[in-house]
C-alpha cells in the first residue's frame, strides 16, 4: 500500500494523522514549527487526500486501521514514534499507543469519547459539509473568495474560518468531495469508544488538546477524557475549534512539542489563543 507524505526536520521521528475527510496538508499551520525540532512525516491516511484505498478495501475498524499503518511505519524506518492527530487521527494515536507503538501522543478532540447521539450530530455536520462540496469546482471556488462564505462553510470545524486561504479552503472542499474513505470510516466509528483500560496499563505519556469552541465533538467531552485517563495531560485550547492548528498555531505547536519532551512543560500553564 502507498501513502502519500510529507517529510521534513532532523531528530526523534513524529507522525501527524488527520481526521475524516480531510489530507495531510491540514497540519501546514504548525508543520514548520514542529520541523524545527523533529523528523515530521505528516501522513494521507488510506482513502484519503492523495492516498488511495487499499487493495484489500478499506479497513472497517479502527484495529484494522491501525494494522494499514504498521507496514508503513517500517517502511519508514519508525520504531514507536511521536504520534499528534486529531479527530479520527486522534484516535488512532490513542490506539498507537494501546499497541506499545508510539513513544508519546498528542491528540486533539479525538473521537471516542463522544456518545452515540454525539457521534451522529458530528457526522451529519461532516456529512453535509461533503454534500455541498459536491457542488460545480467553479461555484465553489468562487463562493470561497469571499470571506463571510468561507466563515458559513468552515465555521463547524474551526474558530477563525474567515482568516482560511481561500485556495486552501478549496482544496480541502474538494479533499472532503474526493476522500473514497469517508463512508467506511463514519460506519467504523459505530460503537467506538477509546481503550482507556489499555491506554491506563501503559507508560505512554499522553496529552489531550481540546479546543473551547469544538462545534464538531463539544469541550465537555474532555471531561469524560480527565476521568477515563487520569494519567493523561488534559488541556484547554482557547478560542480554538475542532482543527486547532488552523485556529492557534503556536498553542498546538507547543502543545505537541511539550508532549514529545523538545520543550520544558511548564505545569499547568494555559493555552491561549494569539
Do not use: N
Request: glycine letters at 10%; hydrophobic letters at 45%; aromatic letters at 6%.
Amino acid at each position: 500500500m502507498t501513502l502519500r507524505f510529507r517529510r521534513a526536520g532532523t531528530g526523534q521521528p513524529l507522525l501527524l494523522v488527520h481526521g475524516i475527510g480531510h489530507r495531510h496538508q491540514a497540519w501546514d499551520p504548525v508543520f514548520d514549527r514542529l520541523a524545527a525540532h523533529h523528523d515530521v512525516i505528516a501522513i494521507d491516511l488510506p482513502g484519503f487526500g492523495e492516498s488511495p484505498v487499499p487493495p484489500t478495501g478499506m479497513p472497517t475498524d479502527m484495529a484494522a486501521i491501525v494494522a494499514t499503518l504498521r507496514p508503513a511505519l517500517a517502511d519508514w524506518g519508525l520504531d514507536r514514534p511521536h504520534v499528534a492527530g486529531y479527530s479520527l487521527g486522534g484516535a488512532i494515536g490513542l490506539e498507537l499507543a494501546a499497541s506499545g507503538l508510539a513513544a508519546s501522543v498528542t491528540a486533539l478532540s479525538p473521537a471516542g469519547f463522544f456518545t452515540d447521539a454525539e457521534r451522529r450530530r458530528a457526522l451529519r455536520a461532516l456529512s453535509w459539509m461533503r454534500v455541498t462540496s459536491h457542488l460545480p469546482t467553479p461555484l465553489i471556488r468562487a463562493a470561497l473568495r469571499s470571506p463571510g462564505l468561507r466563515a458559513w462553510c468552515f465555521g463547524p470545524l474551526v474558530a477563525r474560518p474567515a482568516a482560511l486561504d481561500a485556495e486552501r479552503a478549496l482544496a480541502d472542499a474538494l479533499a472532503l468531495r474526493r476522500c473514497s474513505g469517508f463512508g467506511t470510516v463514519a460506519r467504523a466509528a459505530r460503537g467506538y469508544r477509546v481503550d482507556c483500560a489499555a491506554l491506563g496499563a501503559c507508560a505512554t505519556p499522553v496529552t489531550i488538546g481540546w479546543g473551547d469552541r469544538d462545534r464538531i465533538f463539544g469541550v465537555h467531552q474532555a471531561e469524560r477524557a480527565r476521568a477515563d485517563l487520569p494519567g493523561a495531560r488534559v488541556q484547554t485550547l482557547s478560542g480554538c475549534g475542532h482543527v486547532p492548528m488552523s485556529d492557534d498555531p503556536e498553542a498546538v505547536a507547543t502543545l505537541i512539542l511539550e508532549t514529545t519532551g523538545a520543550l520544558p512543560r511548564p505545569a499547568d500553564r494555559p493555552a491561549t489563543a494569539g
